[in-house]
């Protein structure tokens, strides 16, 4: 899987060890919500920065005290059916004011990703052979909204006020 971050492909940092039975001593990794619930002390002395990955059963209010300690919040889409992960990622947003990163994970859909950028994701772990260029693309379909959303683009509305 390849991570797109602010539309540019990137090497990931963080070392996905979820089904791990050990998290290494060093170096960024991202852990399942168990393993941060278990182990929230050790990952909070660390000096490289520590992501959670919450499934899409696991609501965000679990580690909303503990966000200002998290680099990396990953959602997972384990089915393209399966949007809970968009309304977590404008709760981590607008509710819990989350500034670091959000990242979507599983079923990630090129047709999905304007929405998802939309509802405060900023990183995307794709399948293809040209991640960026897919990436590219998908923004191209639209260039106006009709909603307001996190991401601050303007609406369409808020657009034609500006004309006047």
């Known amino acids: 899987?390849?991570?797109?971050?602010?539309?540019?492909?990137?090497?990931?940092?963080?070392?996905?060890?979820?089904g791990a039975d050990?998290?290494?001593?060093?170096g960024a990794v991202l852990v399942s919500l168990e393993q941060w619930q278990d182990h929230c002390h050790s990952l909070q002395r660390r000096p490289d920065p520590v992501g959670v990955l919450l499934e899409s059963d696991?609501?965000?209010?679990?580690?909303a005290?503990?966000?200002?300690?998290?680099?990396?919040?990953?959602?997972?889409?384990?089915?393209f059916r399966d949007g809970r992960a968009?309304?977590?990622a404008?709760?981590?947003?607008?509710?819990?004011?989350?500034?670091?990163?959000l990242r979507a994970v599983g079923d990630v859909l090129l047709e999905q990703l304007h929405y998802m950028q939309r509802c405060g994701f900023d990183a995307f772990q794709l399948d293809g052979e040209d991640p960026a260029?897919?990436?590219?693309?998908?923004?191209?379909?639209?260039?106006?909204?009709?909603?307001?959303?996190?991401?601050?683009r303007l609406s369409a509305l808020r657009l034609r006020h500006r004309r006047v």
Do not use: C
């Open 58 to 63: 696991q609501h965000p209010e679990i580690i």
């Open 133 to 152: 260029r897919d990436f590219a693309i998908a923004q191209s379909d639209f260039s106006v909204w009709y909603q307001p959303a996190s991401d601050g």
């Open 65 to 79: 005290d503990d966000l200002d300690q998290i680099a990396v919040v990953a959602l997972a889409f384990p089915t």
């Open 86 to 88: 968009y309304s977590y």
């Open 1 to 18: 899987m390849a991570l797109v971050k602010n539309g540019e492909l990137v090497n990931d940092p963080f070392r996905d060890v979820t």
């Open 90 to 101: 404008r709760l981590l947003r607008e509710r819990y004011g989350f500034t670091g990163e």
């Open 22 to 26: 050990t998290i290494p001593p060093d």
